[in-house]
């Protein structure tokens, strides 16, 4: 047997994967085309007025002219703006997020004390405490980067101490009978065993974190996505009302992708879709 042989994959389940990506292709194109179609024969036959329903090709043709257009008119500096937002907050969240987790998750009375104030907390939205923000932090981005963290931490710690508690407990003894240290056990044993759980919160809290930034936003902001759409709903410009949120849908589509991404090649014994 030569090496090239033990590389490479069996022919008949290349052929599996084949049809799998092709079926999974051609289901999303289907579902694309039939969205399109139906918002088409919506705004033509249904509405027929633009300016309450603009058709599907009308909002494109608007979109890549605000995104193509000088920066004083497109939304490139919204598209900027937003993305540095909930990037930063979604990321203070996860860093926050975790080590509560593990703490949670190794101290029995510090989880029994937290965990009632964690569940409560993810229950709230959190443009709930937008008015506070803006009263302690005033209308600049440190309010914004609050809000979404103070959305994202709480379910990335219930996560996470989840995780950690579900690990086999029958690992980490034989681990410590093996004489190793709790950094190797960290590393090899813990972090790779909530690493997929990880990855699964962090899509999740990237979608919430994105649905805070806009309404953040539209309640106190000069610029981002969100702040756009508000200004357009004033002038009844719909075109740029849809494109604004075609272009958050694309935004949170391609962070979900690269998480996704990462997902497979950080954690390629979890099968992700």
């Known amino acids: 047997m030569t090496v090239n042989s033990i590389r490479t994959p069996p022919v008949g389940l290349s052929m599996l ?118 009263v302690w932090l005033g209308l600049g981005e440190p309010s914004k980067y609050v809000l979404i963290a103070l959305g994202v931490m709480p379910i990335i710690a219930i996560n996470v101490s989840a995780a950690i508690g579900g690990i086999d407990r029958s690992l980490l003894r034989v681990t410590s009978t093996m004489g190793a240290s709790p950094f190797y056990r960290l590393r090899r044993v813990i972090i790779p065993a909530i690493l997929a759980d990880l990855f699964t919160s962090m899509r999740v809290t990237l979608g919430l974190a994105w649905a805070t930034v806009i309404a953040a936003e539209l309640v106190a902001s000069t610029a981002g996505l969100g702040y756009r759409i508000l200004k357009a709903s004033q002038y009844m410009d719909t075109n740029t009302i849809f494109a604004g949120i075609l272009a958050i849908g694309l935004l949170a589509l391609i962070g979900d992708r690269v998480l996704l991404v990462l997902q497979k090649v950080l954690v390629p014994w979890r099968g992700v879709g």
């Open 17 to 134: 994967t084949d049809k799998r990506l092709h079926r999974r292709i051609s289901i999303i194109v289907f579902s694309i085309l039939f969205i399109v179609l139906a918002w088409e024969l919506a705004a033509r036959f249904l509405v027929r007025d633009e300016t309450l329903l603009p058709g599907p090709f009308s909002v494109w043709n608007h979109f890549t002219y605000l995104l193509t257009t000088s920066e004083k008119v497109g939304i490139q500096n919204d598209i900027w703006a937003s993305t540095a937002r909930v990037l930063v907050g979604w990321a203070i969240g996860i860093a926050i997020g975790v080590p509560v987790g593990a703490a949670l998750a190794t101290n029995e009375v510090l989880r029994i004390g937290a965990d009632p104030l964690l569940q409560a907390g993810r229950s709230v939205p959190p443009l709930a405490f937008a008015p506070l923000m803006v």
